[in-house]
Each structure stands twice: as structure tokens, then as C-alpha cells.
């Protein structure tokens, strides 16, 4: 899950932003350099938007007080993440389902944990006009943030499932992996026919490129719901830091409840984070019409996942694996929390 606004693209080029809290107002505060760091990564992305409200917020230093200190990295891309985790290099990370199937696969289960939901919708198929059916793609190009990703996946099994011959080399349809940035100039210019992409992408496309949604994904999912972003941790830190795993997610929480009860001042915040970042304003408007396709909530919607784990498999983009996905959940500690919350547990 890893693409951007137009904006976003200046990203690339940063390593990350580190904050370090002081204590708790009316406690001493211990010195930094002895508090060790949470190493979080997330991408500049409306799905992050808990994320980027918890951190513009100052919701993750206020709840991991005087224990640590909070190491806020932006990334590029979910492989990118995934790689990270997997080397020790980040400690938990918003990150979407393929490259979490791929690093628990890849792992034989063993490397990473889903310990939240973040955020679901937000994504759909916009194309050029006159195109009204999947049969109208056929010999013309369409885009995708990249190959193996979440939206990469959708487009693939669904070109699949509308009866077009899809492979890694062409096909009936092409799939052209590319940056989000990419794509709305390649649309408007007559490259390609279409992109499946996630928000703030598919308002984008629509209001500056002239397209049209052809396939909303909410559509395709049981009530509508499927995971686009969850948070994940790298195993042995969860089990090797089990209160700095409780004050992150308390910080989770609380950044979904603040985008619940108040989602103006949650969109503010969002733009208030991107303009930090990139030393430019993004359109309020913007956000404000992406917004709605989202839903945010601490269920990561497991079952979801295992449905896009099998059209990865089906699609050659992850390889055949026996291992068992009730073992990527870790939800023990985020149902605690919400017990404490008095709000009902998950199940994965």
C-alpha cells in the first residue's frame, strides 16, 4: 500500500522525521538518549490518515510518554517497508495487505505481526471515456502503483474475473506498473486507457484528468469492507516490548476516535502534515473528496486479506505456500485495549 498525491512524490527523497517527546506535564523527563526508540514507518497516503493525524496530532509521543521516544519515518513504497522490517532496521509500520503477505510468506510466518486495522476503501479502476466494460480494455493499457501491490492485484483479478488473459508479460490488457505521479500525466496524455489507484489518486484523475470511475472497489467486497492498510510490527519487537506495543496502539485509538468525532479537524491535520513535509500546501478540497471513499477502523478485516492472498497466488505474485495466516494476527493486545475502551473485541 505506498502511493501519493502529486506532491508526495518529494518523499522519495526523505529518510524519515524523528520527534522526540518529553515526559508526561508534572513528571520528570528522562534524558533521550537513554529512552529507546519506536521506529514507525508510514506512507504520506490518505489510507495513512491515522497516521498523519496521530503524528500531526502529537497523539504517539503523548502516549509513549517518558518510555521512548518516537522514531516517525516516511517511506516510498511497501516493499520498501517490508524489506525494512524484515532487517531490523523499522520496528512497526502502516503498510498494506500484499506486501504483508509477501513478508509473512516470505518469512514462513515467522517475521511480522498484524496488531490493528487502519483504514479500508479508498481505492477503484477510473478510465478514459468511452470505455464502459472491461471488454472496451482490451489491447490498451492501464496503470497500477506496482507490480504485486494491493491495487496491482485488484486490477489483475479483475481484468481475470471479467474474462481478459492477464500476465506479467501482456496479456489481453497491459498493466503497466508506475508511480501515482506518472499516472495522472500518462492519462492525460493518451498513454493509457485507465488506472486502478487508491485516494487521493481516483479524485485526481477525475477532477484534473477528466476521468470516470468505472469500478468502485468497495463494490466488489462483502458490505463493502476490505483491508487497504493496517498496522504491523516486526515480531520480536512486539514480543520484546509489549508496553511500548500497548501505548502505540492507545496512540492508534485515539487518532481513529479523533478522526470519528471530528473529521474536519482530522482532514486539517492530514494537510497540516503532507504542507510540513514537502514545504507545499496541498488543496483542502482535495481531501475533502477523497475522504468519504475511506473508512477508518481498528479491524483489520483478516478475512479480507486471505481472499487477496489467494488472488496473488492465483495471479504467480506470490508463490504457493502452505503457511497458515491466523498466525500473522496479533490482536491480543489491541483487544485489551479496546476492552479498556468498553468497546467490543476483534476476531481475526
Not at 521516544?69 to 509500520?93: F, H, I, K, Q, Y
Not at 509477501?102 to 479500508?120: E, F, L, T, Y
Not at 508479460?169 to 492525460?188: H, I, K, M, S, Y
Request: proline residues 7%; aromatic residues 4%.
Amino acid at each position: 500500500m505506498r502511493n501519493l498525491v502529486t506532491l508526495f512524490i518529494l518523499f522519495v527523497t526523505l529518510t524519515g522525521c524523528t520527534s522526540g517527546p518529553s515526559g508526561p506535564a508534572g513528571s520528570p523527563s528522562q534524558p533521550e538518549a537513554a529512552r529507546p526508540a519506536v521506529r514507525l514507518g508510514y506512507f504520506p497516503n490518505l489510507t495513512h490518515a491515522p497516521a498523519l493525524v496521530a503524528i500531526e496530532q502529537g497523539l504517539f509521543e503523548r502516549a509513549l510518554g517518558d518510555a521512548a521516544t518516537l522514531d516517525a519515518r516516511v517511506l516510498n513504497a511497501g516493499p520498501s517497508a517490508v524489506e525494512a522490517l524484515m532487517s531490523g532496521s523499522l520496528d512497526v509500520t502502516y503498510i498494506g495487505p500484499n506486501p504483508t503477505i509477501n513478508a509473512h510468506v516470505r518469512s514462513k510466518g515467522d517475521a511480522v505481526r498484524v496488531i490493528a486495522g487502519a483504514s479500508s476503501g479508498g481505492a477503484a479502476l477510473v478510465v478514459a471515456a468511452g470505455i464502459e466494460k472491461a471488454e472496451d480494455l482490451r489491447g490498451k493499457v492501464v496503470a497500477s502503483p506496482q507490480l504485486g501491490g494491493t491495487q496491482d492485484v485488484a486490477l489483475r483479478i479483475w481484468l481475470k474475473n471479467a474474462g481478459l488473459n492477464v500476465t506479467l508479460q501482456g496479456g489481453d490488457v497491459q498493466v503497466l506498473p508506475q508511480e501515482n505521479a506518472q499516472t495522472l500525466e500518462t492519462f492525460r496524455t493518451g498513454r493509457i486507457a485507465g488506472a486502478w489507484v487508491p485516494e487521493p489518486w481516483v479524485s485526481r484523475l477525475v477532477r484534473e484528468g477528466g476521468a470516470r470511475v468505472l469500478v468502485d472497489e468497495r463494490t466488489l467486497w462483502p458490505e463493502g469492507r476490505f483491508v487497504t492498510t493496517h498496522l504491523v510490527a516486526r515480531r520480536a519487537w512486539l514480543e520484546a516490548n509489549p508496553t511500548l506495543a500497548d501505548r502505540l496502539l492507545d496512540a492508534h485509538l485515539d487518532a481513529l476516535a479523533s478522526i470519528e468525532r471530528d473529521p474536519a479537524a482530522a482532514r486539517a491535520a492530514v494537510v497540516a502534515r503532507i504542507g510540513k513535509l514537502t514545504g507545499q500546501s496541498v488543496a483542502p478540497a482535495l481531501i475533502e473528496a477523497a475522504w468519504p471513499s475511506l473508512t477508518f477502523t481498528a479491524d483489520p478485516l483478516a478475512a479480507t486479506l486471505r481472499t487477496a492472498a489467494s488472488h496473488a497466488e492465483s495471479m504467480g505474485l506470490v508463490p504457493p505456500s502452505d503457511v497458515s495466516f491466523d498466525s500473522l494476527y496479533a490482536l491480543e493486545r489491541l483487544n485489551q485495549r479496546l476492552a479498556a475502551r468498553g468497546a467490543l473485541p476483534i476476531s481475526r
